[in-house]
């Protein structure tokens, strides 16, 4: 069974930085691309970063240079480095694995429950 289990939200005050962790479980996580995505209440989900099974990384323009999606692939885990967090990061972010190679053609087809991320002073 397919398992992905965020961990590392919180409450950080704006210009902080904050580590998401995934745990997945083995049989998907070294086929998959994998990718972060968030939803702030009252907004649509988006896709935030992209890392494909080669390691290449894309991202949602706004978290460029502030973010950083990484994989180990030993450890069956994935992370969302978030840094110069803005009160706009604000939201649940999801660990997700799926099929395509980058931001504009990702498709999620396992999802984890979620980690609330909040900035706020």
């Known amino acids: 069974q397919v398992q992905l289990v965020e961990s590392g939200g919180g409450l950080v005050q704006p210009g902080g930085s904050l580590r998401l962790s995934c745990a997945a479980s083995?049989?998907?996580?070294?086929?998959?691309?994998m990718g972060w995505y968030r939803q702030a209440p009252g907004k649509q989900r988006e896709l935030v970063a992209v890392?494909?099974?080669?390691?290449?990384?894309t991202y949602k323009t706004s978290v460029k240079g502030r973010f950083t999606i990484s994989r180990d692939n030993a450890k069956n885990t994935l992370y969302l480095q978030m840094n110069s967090l803005k009160p706009e990061d604000t939201a649940v972010y999801y660990c997700?694995?799926?099929?395509?190679?980058?931001?504009?053609?990702?498709?999620?087809?396992?999802w984890g429950q979620g980690t609330q991320v909040t900035v706020s002073s």
């Open positions: 997700t694995a799926g099929v395509g190679i980058n931001y504009a053609n990702y498709l999620a087809r396992y």
């Open positions: 083995g049989s998907i996580f070294g086929i998959n691309t």
């Open positions: 890392i494909s099974t080669g390691g290449t990384t």
